[in-house]
Every structure is written in structure tokens, then in C-alpha cells.
């Protein structure tokens, strides 16, 4: 296993440093540089070879490679192996015009960079499956659902331009500044237009930054019929219905939606109705939790009123949480807001609700477990705010972490009215280190399922678009990384070296061909711009003594340049250290545990 996992991390790297030093190579041989020495990897010699003038070898450590040139000053490398042969003066590097040497140094990066859409490329071409820009769920609330889209509408275009996947119209829907959107639709077959108002939400992005972007309250995955059985005076929980339970048919008719049990339910409000169940049963806990799949038959009386839970007396306090430091008009306002809600329901579902708002699982030492929330417990309202479905994963992920919040949970009969604080934890996910996250410790029922894949075939035209396409984003937001790395909004733990890069070879190559092409793209991309910084030994630092000669009209000193050189390699060394911490914090876990 190891072993694999080894030549896939080879393969990544070295196909990487084999390109950017061939790019220095065959720039160099093309303006007449002596090259005494092609090298993949640093250190000592494993595999050498000399062929005319140039020694090509493989070295012990493969984080890199160089291409040395004959009369370059400062070198970060000797030649070792067999004597170089003799120096022409008219082929040294510092023979060459200036422009010359720039296109030299250049050609490492700009051949990663050339390699990227090619990667893309071939990631891109042939068959794809994908996801079509299908509506799975409407969200309840939302703008699409008052502009009346329903589940299984096909988009066929948003503002006039054409969409082929579901990414495509949340791209540009998010984007947009408008107050609406015009969409194209085919619903049972007929092609129809509908304007769709936009909504402003925040959300964290591919570098952990807050964003404000527009939406309409379409998913493209779907809510399953597990179910949230809270009140045991409903006829579901009479009937042995429970929360967590799937319902797999009614009647006999299969059911894959939530909403395909709403419909059921409602129309057969009047009567009893048999449903097929799936139940889990969870056999061992601890280290390994077990949960083996029943099935049962349960039988659904009619529809009957429900009596609403009442309010438990007073609020519990959170730690540290003083009741004067809640206001009443919070308090209040979330207790209406919960009891909206719970008067919206619908008796017809006999009691029956989604189990997205359901707590399934409480994390030890969370602000959820010292107050007491236990599974089985739905949370119904936040800040003055109903808690549908959706929002109860993702309103609790943000905000201020001195800030105090109410909620109100429901609890068989009884409404429970909390006042707490988010807790601040590391995230210790391998590829998330560094960044910190809130957490109320209460994590809902995962509920949902995918929707519908549809395989396509990206021609040789079509996939040449969409590889250039992929490395224009990379490219911008791999410049946007950096950027906020050096302004500190982005913390440095998350930076990975060696390790992650092995980590990431193996996990894509388990995850398919396409994947492991994806990240050897995102890599090459982030190794061209890497070596353009401004930092001696670096292709960067080659360039920025070339401007400072041109500036100046004269060479900057040899002494200059070898201190520059040193001050380099120090950088780099102190550089190569903190990553390679950080990538031993970010998997001791893995490793020990």
C-alpha cells in the first residue's frame, strides 16, 4: 500500500519538476547555453549519465530539480560525477543579452503553466458525468419557491445564456448583483420562462473567506423521507413510528423524496395508510458504531389535530451566561417565531417532519452537551428566527463568537428555550488545518441524497475550452491565496508541504484518474507562481537581478548575489521547516490514533 502510495506521489512530482526544468533546458539550448548539468531531485547523485556536454542524473531528494548552467554565479548546486568538459566563454549564461537570460529563467514556469491546460485537458475530454441543472429541492421560503418552480424543472438558461450543469447556474446566479433572474425551464416537456427573484446570503469559499453571493433556494440533491418524530401524542409516534426512520414506500408506491411523503400523505389525509420502514438499528457503540437495517410495516391512522408542546418555565443558561445579558425582546421573539412554526404544520403528515432539524448526534464537551440537548431533540427557532431544514446546519457556523444566542428546542411535549455562545475549535481535518470554526455541538440527521447524474462527452474543441477555463480560475485563485497569506487573513497552518502533497497523490489517485490529473494541475500551477517570487535562488530572484542590471546598466556584484543567495536558501530552509510542522501537526492525529 505504501509502495503505491509512493509512485503515485513520484509520478505527481516528478512529472512536475521533469517539465519546469525541461522548460529551462530547451529555452537554454535554444539561445546556445551551456547546460552542464540536468538534475530531478537535490542532493546526491542516485543515477547519472553524461551525454555530450550535459550530465543528466536523478538526486536523492525530489522536492525539486535544477538545470545548471554554465557561468552561473551562485550556484545552489555542484556538478559531482565525472569532470564537466571545458567552458566555451561564448556560450556562458552571462554572455547571453538579458532578454535572453529572462526567457531563460522564465521557461520553468511558464512550461507549468502551459502544462496546466493540458491536464485540464484531458481531465475534460471524453466522457464526464455530471450534474444536469435539474431542481431537486426547493427550498422552503425561498424566492424559487414563489416564483412556483418545483422539483424536477430543468434549467435551461439563466439571463439568456445557456447552462449544461447545475454548477454552471449556481455560478451565475451567485455572481449576480441584479435583484432577479430570468430563467428558461422544460417542465413536462414544454419549455416555459419564469422570473426568479435573488436573495443575499454569506458563505465561506475555497479560501475560507466570508462571501456574499446571491441565490434563488434551488438544491441539486434531494431531501430523503427520514423522518423527525418528535411529539409522542402524534399518530406517527403512535403507530411506532420514529424519528430517523425511513420510509421507503406507502402503499406500496416507492418513495425517494420527502416530498413525494407529503403528497402521499396528504392525499391520503382520511384514511390509514401502510408505510414500509426502514430502521436502523444500532448494534455497538464506542470506537465502532454498528447499525444494522430493518424493515417493518407500520400502520398509519387518519389524520387527526395535534396538540401543540408547551413552553418549559424560564431559560437555560449556558456557562458563564448571565440572564441579564439576554434581552427579552430575544427571548420573546424566538418563542413566537418557534410558535409559528409549529402552528404552520400540517396535521395531515400526522406528525411527521423532516429529520433536518433533528439532532442526531451531540459533540462531548460542545456548548449542545453541557446544556443538556440530547438526540432526538429539533431545534425550532434562532435569534427570532424560524430553523427550517437547511438553515439549522448553517445558521450556527458563523458570526461572533462573544455573541450570545437563543434557540428554542422541541422536546416530546415540551419547548425548551436555551441562551448560549458558540465554542471556537481548530478544525483538525488534514486539509483544513489552521482554520477555526464555531460549533454549538448539536449535528443534525444527514438527510440527503444526490440527485440525478447524466454522462456527457466533451469533444476535442469543447475540452481545450473548458481546460483553459479551469486554469484561468486556478490560476487567479491560487494568486488570491497568497495574497492573503502575506496580508495574514489566511493562517500559514494551512499551508502543506511534502506530506500533504503525498497525502493529496494518494487520495486522488484512490478517487480516479480524473481527480488525480485535477490536483497535479492545481499543484503545477501553484509551483509557477511559487517560483516567480522575488526570492534569491528562485526563478523570481534570477529575474529580479536581471531588472536591477537593466535598471543600474551594470551586473549587480558577485559578492551581492552570494549573499543574496544565502539569504535565500536560509528563507527557503526556514520555510521548508514550517511547512514540514505543519504537515506533521496536521496528520499526528491520523497517524497515533
Known amino acids: 500500500m505504501w509502495l503505491e502510495k509512493l509512485l503515485y506521489f513520484a509520478i505527481l512530482l516528478g512529472a512536475l519538476v521533469l517539465v519546469h526544468e525541461l522548460g529551462h533546458f530547451i529555452v537554454a539550448k535554444l539561445c546556445r547555453v551551456q547546460v552542464l548539468k540536468f538534475s530531478v531531485g537535490f542532493g546526491p547523485e542516485l543515477v547519472g549519465l553524461q551525454l555530450g556536454e550535459t550530465r543528466y542524473a536523478i538526486s536523492a531528494f525530489p522536492l525539486g530539480g535544477f538545470v545548471r548552467l554554465a557561468g552561473e554565479d551562485a550556484s545552489v548546486e555542484t556538478v559531482g560525477g565525472p569532470p564537466s568538459p571545458p567552458l566555451d566563454p561564448a556560450r556562458l549564461l552571462t554572455a547571453r543579452p538579458r532578454w535572453q537570460r529572462a526567457a531563460i529563467f522564465l521557461a520553468g514556469p511558464l512550461a507549468n503553466l502551459m502544462l496546466t491546460p493540458l491536464l485540464f485537458w484531458a481531465m475534460a475530454y471524453g466522457r464526464n458525468e455530471i450534474t444536469p441543472p435539474v431542481v431537486e429541492t426547493v427550498l422552503p421560503g425561498s424566492p424559487a419557491e414563489q416564483a412556483r418552480l418545483r422539483a424536477g424543472d430543468r434549467i435551461v438558461s439563466v439571463d439568456g445564456r445557456p447552462v449544461a450543469t447545475f454548477d454552471e447556474v449556481a455560478r451565475i446566479v451567485g455572481r449576480s448583483t441584479a435583484p432577479a433572474v430570468g430563467l428558461e425551464i422544460v417542465r413536462d416537456g414544454e419549455r416555459r420562462p419564469v422570473e426568479v427573484a435573488l436573495e443575499l446570503f454569506e458563505q465561506t469559499d475555497e479560501l475560507q473567506r466570508r462571501v456574499r ?11 430523503l423521507p427520514l423522518l423527525a418524530v418528535p411529539s409522542p401524542a402524534a399518530p406517527a409516534h403512535e403507530a411506532g413510528l420514529r424519528s430517523f426512520d425511513q420510509v421507503v414506500a406507502v402503499d406500496g408506491a416507492p418513495v425517494e423524496r420527502f416530498e413525494d411523503l407529503e403528497l402521499l400523505l396528504r392525499r391520503g389525509a382520511d384514511r390509514e395508510l401502510s408505510l414500509t420502514v426502514e430502521r436502523r438499528m444500532v448494534v455497538a457503540e464506542g470506537a465502532l458504531r454498528v447499525a444494522l437495517p430493518t424493515i417493518e410495516t407500520v400502520r398509519l391512522g387518519a389524520a387527526r389535530p395535534i396538540p401543540l408542546p408547551t413552553f418549559d418555565s424560564g431559560v437555560v443558561f449556558h456557562t458563564g451566561i448571565e440572564p441579564e445579558q439576554v434581552a427579552t425582546s430575544v427571548i420573546d421573539g424566538t418563542r413566537a417565531a418557534a410558535q409559528r412554526l409549529l402552528q404552520a404544520r400540517d396535521p395531515a403528515l400526522r406528525g411527521v417532519q423532516f429529520a433536518g432539524t433533528c439532532v442526531e448526534r451531540v459533540v462531548a464537551g460542545s456548548p449542545a452537551a453541557d446544556l443538556g440537548i440530547a438526540s432526538g431533540d429539533c431545534l425550532l427557532a434562532l435569534d427570532g428566527q424560524p430553523l427550517h431544514w437547511l438553515s439549522a446546519t448553517t445558521a450556527l457556523s458563523g458570526g461572533d463568537p462573544r455573541a450570545v444566542h437563543v434557540a428554542v428546542v422541541e422536546r416530546a411535549d415540551t419547548l425548551i428555550t436555551i441562551a448560549f455562545r458558540l465554542q471556537q475549535r481548530a478544525e ?90 485535477f490536483i497535479m494541475a492545481v499543484i503545477s500551477i501553484n509551483l509557477a507562481i511559487l517560483n516567480l517570487l522575488p526570492v534569491p535562488v528562485l526563478d523570481g530572484g534570477h529575474l529580479l537581478f536581471l531588472l536591477i542590471e537593466t535598471l543600474r546598466r551594470h551586473p549587480v556584484s558577485l559578492r551581492a548575489r552570494e549573499i543574496a543567495t544565502l539569504v535565500g536558501l536560509s528563507l527557503l530552509l526556514i520555510l521548508m521547516v514550517a511547512v514540514m510542522r505543519n504537515d506533521i501537526a496536521r496528520y499526528w492525529d491520523q497517524w497515533f490514533n
Open 428 to 517: 483538525r481535518a488534514p486539509l483544513r488545518r489552521g482554520f477555526k470554526r464555531l460549533l454549538f455541538g448539536a449535528e443534525p440527521a444527514d438527510g440527503f441524497g444526490p440527485g440525478g447524474s447524466e454522462v456527457v462527452y466533451r469533444g476535442l474543441g469543447a475540452a481545450a475550452i473548458e481546460g483553459v477555463k479551469l486554469t484561468a480560475t486556478w490560476t487567479v485563485t491560487t494568486l488570491v491565496g497568497i495574497w492573503l497569506l502575506a496580508n495574514c487573513e489566511l493562517p500559514f497552518e494551512s499551508v502543506g508541504g511534502p506530506i500533504m502533497m503525498f497525502d493529496l497523490a494518494a487520495r486522488s489517485a484512490e478517487s480516479g484518474w480524473r481527480h488525480f490529473l
Open 213 to 223: 453571493r446571491s441565490r434563488m433556494g434551488v438544491l441539486s440533491f434531494r431531501r
